[in-house]
Every structure is written in structure tokens, then in C-alpha cells.
């Protein structure tokens, strides 16, 4: 990730819209599935028609109390949705129905690890809310005319608010990924981020070092990739830095970011909740929430991440920092758990996965869900590893040829890559030894060199083996024999 510019600093909040695991929508029984052909999924409740009247979705506010309980927040026992006004093609009632004044969940925090250094993110608030619909501008039979799509209308989502408290690109990202973690972990969203189940605002705002005063921030809009949200807060980093040092002042405004150009673009001007005259549904009774209501989800929630981190130290004897880094999402235990068991090396395991595995996984842009390896295989390669079968760099070399073939079933494909491939280990000590001589005997000033106490001259002759067994000798086997061999 990019540096901030030197002699300023970034503050930057993050507003991320979950879309809730419910099978119906948040104020109609509409299905809330995903892929269905365009306005086949919009109710009359879901478009405001006259006569009808919205009837809140109980799983959408146990999905809510789950939220707060999971970050630790406070749990309103009373909450009330509003209407939020403003006027957009995709939005059929001309308001959404949001909360304002008095949402379900406040504060909160989830802890993150950025650039080695742990922190704490406070979070504002979090609230219900429906979705808008979609607009289409692609893929219609009359070119040059955009359609309205509106079976997203109504589907039910928890906005999550953070406080203007980070400070990098690299906190934004990782809060990002922390609470994709949370959300999927204790189950109410998939976090799908193609479909849009999981989708991110970012406040960026600039202001010179140790100004206390925030500066002029813009909102990014609807950004579902981390890494499109690193590019983009970096690339708005730059812009606002560079608009203000030529003499220019940042205007507060809703922004886009385009992937293919690797910029932001105006969108329109940022509103503020005046803008949106707010006011409470008359529709809409409030939201009263018992103890024994948040006590009973309480009870039935799965064991959180940071108790699953505290298992992985005592049990695996992880350190924190790998245990915290494999719980960030359910996903990645899922995918830890069955190639600890089959490779029977948890640290083994835990080294590969947040390794080269994530190096892939990062390159590619995919999460652990769409990874082209499976438990199985990144198992057997570590069992060949372990087995001396392989070395690390043959190992990894047939990891990233696993994925390139996008093999996940097939159990025994490492084995039989690596022999397809050459790159099982030469063990053999009468072949390695040959080859050690014949290197010593090509490089007579490599040997003086390390007789005479340069460690470097072994490096190099080391490396010369390797070339010469085509890097599938024994690389403990070698180094063992050509220091006998030099010392004697």
C-alpha cells in the first residue's frame, strides 16, 4: 500500500452496508434472493403503492442484535425507523426507510491488526435499513436507454458506522476485512461482495500534520473489493493532496471509484441529514427489544473469534498473532482446521495458509471461499514437504501449480504433480555427493575463499548444487556434505 504524502496526515470512517441473511425482505414477505430475473422480486409493500403498509422482519433485528452483541456494543431497547427523503431512479417511494435519531446498535469496536500494530476501531453506530434498487445501464435491447431493476428494493441491511479513526489505508483495509470476518462468522450475511451482500463507504479526508482540525472529506461510494478500497482511498489520498498544495480546496462530495482507470470521479455533491429531512414513520411502530430477548440470542450465537484465537494458542500452540490472524473469518477456520488434521501440522499449516496461500489469494483478489486450493491438497503438499519429498521451493512451486489448474478435489494431485513436474527431492547421498564434488572441483576460488573464513563462499557453492540438481537436491543433505567435505 501507498505511503501517505509527507507532512500529512489521512483520517478516514468507514460506512459499510451488510446485507442480512433473511429469506424475505425487511418490510414484505419479497424473496431477498440474488440473480433473479429483473422485477420479479418487488412487491407492492416493496414499492410504497397505496394501501399498503410495511411489516418489519423479526429476523432482520435478531441479525442486528447479533451485530452488537458480537462487537460489544449496547443494545437500544428502543428504536425507531425513519424516512429518509431524497429523490433517485432506483428508489420506487421517493424515501428510504432508515433509522436516524435512535438506532438499534451504539457503539462498539473491533479490534485489528495493521502493519504489525494492533488497534482498536470505535464504531458510531449501526442501524437498519432497506436497500434502494438498481439501475441498468448495460445489457439492454435498447442501446443508449438504462432500466430500473427493483428486486434489490426492500432487502433488509445493517449499516455499520465507524468513528473518523483511522488513520492508513493499510486500518481501512484491515477494519474491512475484520468486520467482513465478523458478520460472516456469527452468520448474518454471506459477504458475498460480487452480489453486493457486502459493500463499503469510505470518508477520506486530508489535513496537514498535527492539525487537530478535520479536513474537508469525500465519500466513496459502494466499493465491493479490498483491494478496489485500498485503491481508492489511496488514489483519493493523493488527489485531495495534490488539489490542495496547488492552491485548490477539497469540496465535500460523493464520489465513485473506477476500477479500470484506477481513480475516483465525481458522482454528485455530498448531502448532509438536513438535506435528507428525516422524520419518523408513521408506518412503523418502534422497535422494543427485552433483555431476555438479547439474552436468548445471546445464548444461541456461536463461540466468537477471539475465543477460537485463545483455543489455537492452547491447543496448537500458535502464536497470537498466526491464531488471530487465521479467526478472522469462518472461512479461513474452516479451510485451517481440515489441513491441520490431514497434514497433522498445525503450525505447518497455519505458516502455509497466511503465507504463500494469502500471497495467491492477495495476487488474485479472491477471498479463502474462492481459493483454487482446498484443504487436501495444501495438505499433501506440507506431507511431501515434511517427508522430504520436496523442498520449500518445490513446494511452492507445486502449490502455484495446483492453483493455476483450479483443483480442489482430487486428493492425491500434489503427489502426482510433483512427480509430473520433476520436482521430487533428490535424498540420495551417493548422487549429492557427487555433485558436491563435481562443484568443488569447478570452483577452486569458492573453495579457498571459505577455507579463509568467508562464510559467503559457501552460499556460493551451495547455490551451484542446487543449479547443477536442477533445485531438487536436499538442500539439509547438501549443506551438510559440502561443509565435510570443505573441512576435510
Same mark, same amino acid.
Given at each position: 500500500?501507498?505511503?501517505?504524502?509527507? *507532512?500529512?496526515?489521512?483520517?478516514?470512517?468507514?460506512?459499510?452496508?451488510?446485507?442480512?441473511?433473511?429469506?424475505?425482505?425487511?418490510? /414484505? !414477505?419479497?424473496?431477498?434472493?440474488?440473480?433473479?430475473?429483473?422485477?420479479?422480486?418487488?412487491?407492492?409493500?416493496?414499492?410504497?403503492?397505496?394501501?399498503?403498509?410495511?411489516?418489519?422482519?423479526?429476523?432482520?433485528?435478531?441479525?442486528?442484535?447479533?451485530?452488537?452483541?458480537?462487537? *460489544?456494543?449496547?443494545?437500544?431497547?428502543?428504536?425507531?425507523?425513519? @424516512?429518509?427523503?431524497?429523490?433517485?431512479?432506483?428508489?420506487?417511494?421517493?424515501?428510504?426507510? /432508515?433509522?436516524?435519531?435512535?438506532?438499534?446498535?451504539?457503539?462498539?469496536?473491533?479490534?485489528?491488526?495493521?502493519?504489525?500494530?494492533?488497534?482498536?476501531?470505535?464504531?458510531?453506530?449501526?442501524?437498519?435499513?432497506?436497500?434502494? !434498487?438498481?439501475?441498468?445501464?448495460?445489457?439492454?435491447?435498447?442501446?443508449?436507454?438504462?432500466?430500473?431493476?427493483?428486486? @434489490?428494493? !426492500?432487502?433488509?441491511?445493517?449499516?455499520?458506522?465507524?468513528?473518523?479513526?483511522?488513520? /492508513?489505508?493499510?486500518?481501512?483495509?484491515?477494519?474491512?476485512?475484520?468486520?467482513?470476518?465478523?458478520?460472516?462468522?456469527?452468520?448474518?450475511?454471506?459477504?458475498?461482495?460480487?452480489?453486493?451482500?457486502?459493500?463499503?463507504?469510505?470518508?477520506?479526508?486530508? @489535513?496537514?500534520?498535527?492539525?487537530? #482540525?478535520? *479536513?474537508?472529506?469525500?465519500?466513496?461510494?459502494?466499493?465491493?473489493?479490498?483491494?478496489?478500497? =485500498?485503491?481508492?482511498?489511496?488514489?483519493?489520498?493523493?488527489?485531495?493532496?495534490?488539489?490542495?498544495?496547488?492552491?485548490?480546496?477539497?469540496?465535500?462530495?460523493?464520489?465513485?471509484?473506477?476500477?479500470?482507470?484506477?481513480?475516483?470521479?465525481?458522482?454528485?455533491?455530498?448531502?448532509?441529514?438536513?438535506?435528507?429531512?428525516?422524520?419518523?414513520?408513521?408506518?412503523?411502530?418502534?422497535?422494543?427489544?427485552?433483555?431476555?430477548?438479547?439474552?436468548?440470542?445471546?445464548? +444461541?450465537?456461536?463461540?466468537?473469534?477471539?475465543?477460537?484465537? %485463545?483455543?489455537?494458542?492452547?491447543?496448537?500452540?500458535?502464536?497470537?498473532?498466526?491464531?488471530?490472524?487465521?479467526?478472522?473469518?469462518?472461512?479461513?477456520?474452516?479451510?485451517?482446521?481440515?489441513?491441520?488434521?490431514? /497434514?497433522?501440522?498445525?503450525?505447518?499449516?497455519?505458516?502455509?495458509?497466511?503465507?504463500?496461500?494469502?500471497?495467491?489469494?492477495?495476487?488474485?483478489?479472491?477471498?479463502?471461499?474462492?481459493?483454487?486450493?482446498?484443504? %487436501?491438497?495444501?495438505?499433501?503438499?506440507?506431507?511431501?514437504?515434511?517427508?522430504?519429498?520436496?523442498?520449500?521451493?518445490?513446494?511452492?512451486?507445486?502449490?502455484?501449480?495446483?492453483?493455476?489448474?483450479? #483443483?480442489?478435489?482430487?486428493?492425491?494431485?500434489?503427489?502426482?504433480?510433483?512427480?509430473?513436474? !520433476?520436482? =521430487?527431492?533428490?535424498?540420495?547421498?551417493?548422487?549429492?555427493?557427487?555433485?558436491?564434488?563435481?562443484?568443488?572441483?569447478? +570452483?577452486?576460488?569458492?573453495?579457498? =575463499?571459505?577455507?579463509? *573464513?568467508?562464510?559467503?563462499?559457501?552460499?556460493?557453492?551451495?547455490?551451484?548444487?542446487?543449479?547443477?540438481?536442477? #533445485?531438487?537436491?536436499?538442500?539439509?543433505?547438501?549443506?551438510?556434505?559440502?561443509?565435510?567435505?570443505?573441512?576435510?
Amino acid at each position: 500500500m501507498s505511503a501517505i504524502p509527507k *507532512g500529512w496526515e489521512v483520517v478516514i470512517g468507514l460506512e459499510t452496508h451488510t446485507q442480512l441473511l433473511t429469506a424475505s425482505k425487511i418490510f /414484505s !414477505g419479497s424473496p431477498a434472493r440474488f440473480g433473479a430475473e429483473p422485477n420479479t422480486q418487488a412487491s407492492a409493500v416493496d414499492l410504497a403503492l397505496p394501501g399498503t403498509l410495511p411489516v418489519l422482519n423479526k429476523g432482520a433485528v435478531e441479525c442486528a442484535i447479533k451485530f452488537g452483541l458480537a462487537v *460489544g456494543a449496547t443494545i437500544s431497547p428502543r428504536s425507531i425507523f425513519a @424516512r429518509k427523503n431524497y429523490f433517485y431512479p432506483d428508489l420506487p417511494k421517493g424515501y428510504q426507510i /432508515s433509522q436516524y435519531e435512535l438506532p438499534i446498535v451504539v457503539g462498539g469496536e473491533v479490534a485489528i491488526v495493521a502493519a504489525g500494530a494492533e488497534k482498536i476501531v470505535q464504531l458510531t453506530r449501526a442501524h437498519l435499513e432497506e436497500d434502494a !434498487g438498481k439501475s441498468l445501464h448495460e445489457g439492454l435491447e435498447t442501446p443508449g436507454v438504462s432500466g430500473i431493476d427493483l428486486n @434489490r428494493a !426492500g432487502t433488509p441491511l445493517l449499516e455499520i458506522v465507524t468513528e473518523p479513526c483511522m488513520y /492508513s489505508t493499510e486500518q481501512a483495509v484491515a477494519y474491512a476485512r475484520a468486520l467482513h470476518g465478523i458478520v460472516t462468522w456469527i452468520g448474518i450475511c454471506d459477504g458475498n461482495m460480487q452480489e453486493g451482500s457486502f459493500r463499503c463507504d469510505a470518508n477520506v479526508s486530508v @489535513r496537514r500534520q498535527g492539525d487537530p #482540525k478535520l *479536513g474537508t472529506r469525500c465519500e466513496i461510494k459502494n466499493v465491493n473489493s479490498f483491494r478496489f478500497l =485500498e485503491r481508492a482511498i489511496d488514489y483519493e489520498i493523493r488527489r485531495q493532496v495534490e488539489l490542495i498544495e496547488d492552491g485548490g480546496k477539497v469540496v465535500q462530495e460523493t464520489r465513485l471509484y473506477d476500477a479500470d482507470r484506477d481513480e475516483t470521479r465525481s458522482m454528485r455533491s455530498k448531502e448532509d441529514a438536513m438535506d435528507y429531512r428525516y422524520f419518523p414513520d408513521p408506518d412503523l411502530l418502534p422497535v422494543e427489544i427485552s433483555a431476555a430477548w438479547i439474552e436468548e440470542t445471546r445464548r +444461541n450465537m456461536p463461540g466468537l473469534p477471539a475465543q477460537m484465537a %485463545q483455543r489455537f494458542v492452547a491447543e496448537f500452540g500458535l502464536s497470537e498473532y498466526d491464531a488471530k490472524q487465521l479467526t478472522q473469518s469462518k472461512a479461513m477456520v474452516d479451510f485451517f482446521l481440515p489441513t491441520a488434521q490431514i /497434514s497433522g501440522d498445525a503450525k505447518a499449516s497455519a505458516n502455509w495458509i497466511l503465507g504463500e496461500l494469502s500471497a495467491l489469494m492477495n495476487r488474485e483478489d479472491v477471498a479463502i471461499e474462492q481459493c483454487q486450493v482446498g484443504p %487436501q491438497q495444501l495438505a499433501q503438499v506440507i506431507t511431501l514437504q515434511k517427508q522430504q519429498l520436496i523442498n520449500n521451493v518445490q513446494a511452492r512451486q507445486l502449490l502455484a501449480e495446483i492453483w493455476s489448474r483450479n #483443483k480442489r478435489a482430487t486428493f492425491d494431485l500434489a503427489e502426482i504433480l510433483m512427480k509430473e513436474m !520433476g520436482l =521430487e527431492q533428490v535424498s540420495d547421498a551417493g548422487a549429492i555427493e557427487k555433485m558436491v564434488d563435481d562443484v568443488i572441483a569447478a +570452483n577452486p576460488k569458492s573453495v579457498e =575463499e571459505y577455507k579463509a *573464513g568467508k562464510e559467503k563462499a559457501l552460499n556460493a557453492l551451495f547455490g551451484q548444487v542446487m543449479k547443477a540438481s536442477n #533445485k531438487t537436491a536436499n538442500p539439509a543433505q547438501v549443506t551438510e556434505i559440502l561443509k565435510r567435505k570443505l573441512s576435510a
